[in-house]
């Protein structure tokens, strides 16, 4: 069974950093991707960023490039994003999904093509 377990939010401060956390487990396939997703009360859910789990290429939306960044750690079976310069509007749910594909699939932050999701963790950006 697929496990996706997200930790490490919390409350920030404008200009904070914080660095979430996606635990993976039951993922048998080869090749796969893992994204970051938010979605903010109100909106709809948007991608954020992914990586593969070949080559570790990322792939980032417009509104984080420069400011996060996503690793893997496949020792730790473990991903992880690290937001830097954060301001109010990052605020929102933070979710880590799954994308199982073919080999040389391109990177995609379209959440409908993921297929496996965790819970989520709160990510409050205030003063």
């Known amino acids: 069974q697929v496990q996706l377990v997200e930790s490490g939010g919390g409350l920030v401060q404008p200009g904070g950093t914080l660095t979430l956390s996606c635990a993976v487990s039951?993922?048998?396939?080869?090749?796969?991707?893992i994204g970051w997703f938010r979605q903010a009360p109100g909106k709809e859910r948007e991608g954020v960023s992914c990586?593969?789990?070949?080559?570790?290429?990322?792939k980032y939306a417009d509104s984080v490039k420069g400011r996060f960044i996503m690793s893997r750690d496949n020792a730790k079976n473990t991903v992880y994003l690290q937001m830097n310069s954060l301001e109010p509007e990052d605020t929102g749910v933070y979710y880590c999904?799954?994308?199982?594909?073919?080999?040389?699939?391109?990177?995609?932050?379209?959440?409908?093509?993921?297929?496996?999701w965790g819970q989520g963790t709160q990510v409050t950006v205030s003063s």
């Open positions: 999904a799954a994308d199982y594909v073919l080999k040389d699939t391109l990177l995609t932050l379209l959440a409908p093509e993921y297929d496996s």
């Open positions: 039951g993922i048998t396939v080869h090749y796969y991707h």
């Open positions: 990586i593969t789990s070949t080559d570790g290429s990322t």
